[in-house]
């Protein structure tokens, strides 16, 4: 079949189901944005190409589109892609940033879709290991609590040793208690096993003893395998032509044949303005050098475990691990002597003391014990490696001693991510750029854990593009990526830079613009102060009085966005009796807890409002009275003591580039657009937004941010 006939008939499939949809507007933008994603999808060569010879190149064919709010980007990308995957014998993979997309996704887009589209398709949500029980855990903490003898369960890192150390006996009791029900729901078939789906989520340091690791899981040789959660939702994976994914999961997985081969597939990255940072997060690295104790430990298990099987790499692991103690020492020390002075002094600041190494050039102490250190490293993974592999073939042999066999790969498999690890961060550190090539961000950081020093070190590449282009659409064959806010002061170079399509032959990028009437329906309201933003202590103080005084006259539902704690504090502090009943603070109450609040208040009459920071500021549908008002308090500039962010906008200094106006407003100018977004969410809602920072208006970076939001009609108050 032609790829003109394949792109017709999945826009056909898309038009059936808006005809079908009973009360549902045809969109032209909407439209346009199916027939870009039908079009895109129908180019790209899947799978294996004929020719042997390798001269013909298969074609990539990927879309960048912006739709904003109101389109209905979901409907416009699944019913072309689904269509197309169906007539193409491939499968659609959907990856979100968001438990909500993904949550809407599966639980209301693809089943009414399902009912309408006239080729029957089954879809299913992928999520990672670590959201999901292991039995053989679960079963062994609802008897104890506790792991009982090392030789057994002692499956724990060492931190959590020490917090169940300190833990109170009731608090001990409680969490066997916890354990137990957990077991029983699970067993009576009340429960699925997925963290997600019971009625109150367990806290991490509840949850992380009994969560599914791959590390230490045997599979098919577990004894448990054939009642696993995780590999029971697995099956559904085979099964369904639609999975659901998260951009975690998708990078994480590169090559571990957990989702779909990118290559043979049709990818859709919807919140793709979220790729970039994910990236960065996916690829940093980080090492302890402080807690070590697990190296002894995983070196003890190591040898008794090789011994059993006769592996005869075990032989070098007291050498290695005796090296990787002394050398971890030895680093925290060299740390401690050159960068102490400035790491103590600063105690008092918020979270643990930093400090970055300009143009990531390591100081020459630190260099020969990395070195050592990735050595070492690296001979003891081998070893762990041999011992897997002696375990996984016993496992095989001896199908009748399954149990005591998984519990042994599960001793070696809990510790051994961490020295994984340790490895990937050693190579990173040890990374040298050379001259002109853009180096890593390197920095360490100490905090102090009850009379505890912890010192860890951390690297980080600094261009996600070229993190993506390496990993990901080296890969990739057809993909589009959609969000609300891809465009940057009205353009899409910013965007596509981050995500590594900047200059791609196979990307094309199209604005769908949304079909609200922003400027009848909305007001951008600039309350400058006399104070500059940039004197914090001065701007805060005049900044909460304009606030108070604007919130006071809410009726409805509104939120209020912050740059900082400090700064939300000041204004939690300054609240007057009357009003503190009407405000809702975020982290008072979980956020659904706290979002059902406002709802409820507003449903009934009363007024309601929301002081959040960065994660309120997207992703949150508050349509129509919920939302009458949104209070930007300062321009949301990304925090300046990032170490990535500082190192890459030393590296743009030092190769003649601006860092401010070619990386910090493009950011900052689509974090903004989140933010005002929440303001307008349906065609009926009116709503104000107000930004007390003057910058917007009063500079020229304000007026390039100025583009990238709605056309809002807009009023400018003077100061007070």
């Not at 990539?60 to 269509?83: D, E, F, H, M, N």
Request: with cysteine; hydrophobic share 45%; aromatic share 6%.
């Amino acid at each position: 079949m032609s790829q003109q006939v394949w792109a017709a008939q999945a826009l056909e499939s898309f038009d059936a189901v808006v005809n079908a949809t009973e009360g549902f507007r045809s969109r032209p933008g909407q439209r346009r944005m199916a027939e870009q994603v039908a079009h895109t999808f129908s180019r790209a060569t899947l799978g294996k190409v004929d020719d042997e010879t390798g001269e013909t190149a298969p074609t990539r064919a990927i879309a960048v589109i912006q739709a904003g709010t109101g389109v209905g980007k979901s409907l416009a990308y699944c019913a072309p892609a689904i269509a197309l995957a169906l007539a193409r014998g491939t499968r659609v993979l959907i990856s979100t940033a968001t438990v909500a997309l993904q949550e809407q996704l599966v639980h209301k887009d693809l089943p009414a879709l399902a009912a309408r589209l006239p080729q029957p398709f089954k879809f299913a949500l992928a999520k990672g290991r670590g959201r999901y029980v292991c039995k053989l855990k679960l079963d062994r903490l609802a008897g104890t609590g506790e792991a009982e003898e090392e030789a057994d369960d002692d499956l724990f890192a060492e931190e959590e040793a020490a917090a169940r150390a300190k833990r109170p006996r009731h608090e001990t009791e409680a969490r066997i208690q916890f354990y137990s029900t957990m077991a029983q729901t699970l067993s009576k078939g009340a429960w699925d096993g997925d963290r997600d789906s019971l009625d109150t989520p367990p806290e991490p340091e509840v949850w992380s003893p009994v969560a599914a690791e791959g590390a230490s899981c045997t599979g098919k040789h577990c004894p448990a395998f054939s009642q696993c959660t995780y590999y029971d939702k697995r099956k559904e994976l085979v099964g369904a032509q639609v999975i659901v994914a998260n951009h975690d999961l998708l990078l994480s997985s590169l090559g571990a044949r957990v989702l779909p081969e990118l290559d043979n597939c049709l990818l859709v990255l919807d919140e793709a303005h979220h790729l970039p940072a994910t990236a960065l997060q996916q690829f940093a690295c980080s090492m302890d050098l402080s807690r070590i104790t697990w190296i002894e430990r995983l070196a003890s298990r190591g040898l008794r475990i090789g011994a059993l099987l006769e592996v005869e790499e075990i032989a070098d692991i007291p050498k290695h691990s005796a090296q990787l103690r002394q050398t971890l020492q030895d680093l925290a020390r060299i740390v401690m002597d050159v960068y102490g002075e400035a790491l103590k002094s600063q105690r008092d600041t918020w979270g643990p003391a930093r400090v970055r190494v300009p143009r990531g050039e390591l100081p020459a102490p630190l260099i020969a014990p990395l070195g050592l250190l990735a050595a070492s490293a690296e001979g003891f993974l081998e070893a762990l490696r041999a011992i897997s592999k002696a375990l996984r073939a016993e496992m095989r042999d001896k199908p009748d001693e399954a149990r005591r066999l998984s519990t042994l790969y599960a001793q070696i498999g809990m510790l051994a991510p961490r020295l994984e690890e340790l490895h990937a961060a050693a190579q990173l550190l040890l990374q040298d750029a050379p001259e002109g090539a853009v180096p890593a961000s390197k920095w360490f950081t100490l905090e102090v854990d009850g009379d505890f020093i912890v010192v860890k070190a951390h690297a980080s590449p600094i261009l996600p593009g070229s993190a993506l282009r390496t990993h990901l659409w080296s890969a990739v064959r057809g993909a589009v990526l959609t969000s609300a806010t891809l465009t940057s002061c009205g353009n899409f170079d910013f965007f596509l830079r981050e995500a590594g399509l900047h200059g791609d032959d196979a990307a094309t990028t199209l604005e769908v613009p949304s079909p609200f009437n922003y400027a009848a329906q909305g007001t951008l309201i600039t309350a400058e102060t006399h104070a500059d933003p940039k004197n914090a202590a001065q701007f805060t103080t005049e900044m909460v009085d304009a606030l108070l005084h604007d919130i006071a006259r809410v009726e409805y539902g509104a939120l209020v966005l912050f740059t900082s704690r400090e700064q939300m504090r000041q204004a939690v502090d300054a609240l007057p009796t009357a009003m503190r009943s009407v405000v809702l603070v975020q982290n008072a109450l979980p956020r659904t807890q706290l979002l059902k609040r406002h709802r409820e208040r507003v449903d009934s009459g009363e007024p309601s409002v929301i002081f959040g920071m960065q994660s309120f500021g997207e992703g949150l549908d508050l349509p129509g009275r919920l939302c009458e008002s949104v209070f930007i308090t300062k321009l949301p500039f990304a925090p300046p003591d990032d170490p990535v962010g500082e190192a890459r906008a030393e590296w743009l200094r030092a190769v003649g580039r601006d860092p401010f106006s070619e990386l910090v407003v493009p950011a900052t100018a689509i974090r903004l657009a989140q933010w005002v977004g929440r303001a307008i969410r349906t065609e009926e809602d009116q709503a104000h937004v107000y930004c007390y920072d003057k910058r917007l208006v009063r500079t020229s970076y304000g007026q390039r941010l100025l583009k990238g939001l709605p056309p809002f009609a807009l009023v400018q108050r003077a100061a007070g």
